[in-house]
């Protein structure tokens, strides 16, 4: 209220398009979604922009316990969900956070209530299992 900034909200590609055996995770990201919408119509009077991101699968220490969980390597679970990104691997944390940067800056200043997927290509691709 001291002037407006940015709210930029997490969610994920399963928030737009869920995929098997995710129903409570899809859900709640979905849910994010529905918040960033609704905040950004609430808080537009006082200057404050609310927006979300939609990573893919981001190469984070999940895929580490994943690959454990499922008896396989790191190198081997990073391969199978490649597979699911039309660039053909899986996402940098440094590259969702160069989004948020941008969508928290001035040359963002005339987005609200919307949000962009940083999935290299998954949503473009459509439907998976």
């Known amino acids: ?13 399963q928030g737009v398009q869920s995929a098997w055996g995710v129903s409570a995770y899809a859900a ?26 939609n990573p893919g699968t981001i190469d984070t220490p999940l895929v580490a316990e994943a690959a454990a969980a ?4 790191v190198a081997e679970k990073q391969a199978i969900w490649a597979a699911d990104h039309p660039i053909g691997r899986i996402g940098q944390p440094a590259e969702v956070a160069n989004v948020v940067l941008f969508l928290a800056g001035d040359k963002a200043s005339f987005m609200t209530g919307s949000y962009v997927n940083v ?4 949503l473009a691709k459509g439907a998976w299992a």
């Open 70 to 73: 499922e008896g396989s390597t």
């Open 1 to 13: 209220k001291r002037g407006g900034g940015a709210i930029i909200n997490t969610a994920s590609v």
């Open 28 to 53: 709640s990201k979905g849910g994010d979604l529905s918040l960033t919408r609704q905040l950004a119509l609430e808080y537009a009077k006082d200057n404050i922009r609310v927006l979300a991101v």
């Open 119 to 122: 999935d290299g290509g998954m």
